[in-house]
């Protein structure tokens, strides 16, 4: 191979490995969250968005600024039966779990539970697992 097809290559190569890296490099540690100390907030759900890496919530408590909920990736939700239609933008809706540490940011992740109290919807992680669904009219 003359100098230029290996430049080329070695220019090829070094986007990809950037590209590959790129997402894992992205993702973000759980470590600054508190496990022992989750809190609760209860508000008007204003966005339910459906899509990697998180499925994501606004939650707007009444006379406060809303919370960005980072719940699971989408397959991980999925998987507990909870459907992009389970939650609708005007539901009043409780979550549960912990805060980043820096109040500013109104960030809460390491759900433990959700619940829609109009119907009896909620969804409860378990220790380990994707989560379990309790659908209104449900045993249990």
């Known amino acids: 191979m003359n100098g230029w097809r290996w430049r080329l290559l070695a220019v090829t190569m070094a986007v990809c490995v950037a590209f590959a890296a790129g997402p894992a490099a992205a993702h973000h540690s759980y470590s600054i969250y508190d496990r022992d100390k989750p809190i609760t907030i209860e508000g008007e759900l204003t966005e339910f ?18 919370y960005r909920i980072e719940w699971f990736a989408i397959h991980r939700v999925g998987r507990s039966g909870v459907q992009p239609d389970s939650l609708k933008p005007g539901d009043h809706v409780i979550v549960t779990g912990s805060r980043h540490p820096e109040k500013k940011y109104r960030i809460l992740t390491l759900i433990r539970e959700i619940t829609r109290p109009s119907d009896g919807w909620s969804w409860t992680r378990p220790k380990y697992g994707s989560g379990t669904l309790h659908r209104p009219g449900e045993g249990g």
Request: aromatic content about 6%; glycine content about 6%; overall charge negative.
């Open 49 to 66: 968005a459906w899509r990697n890496p998180h499925v994501i919530l606004t939650v707007k408590p009444e006379g406060e600024d809303p």
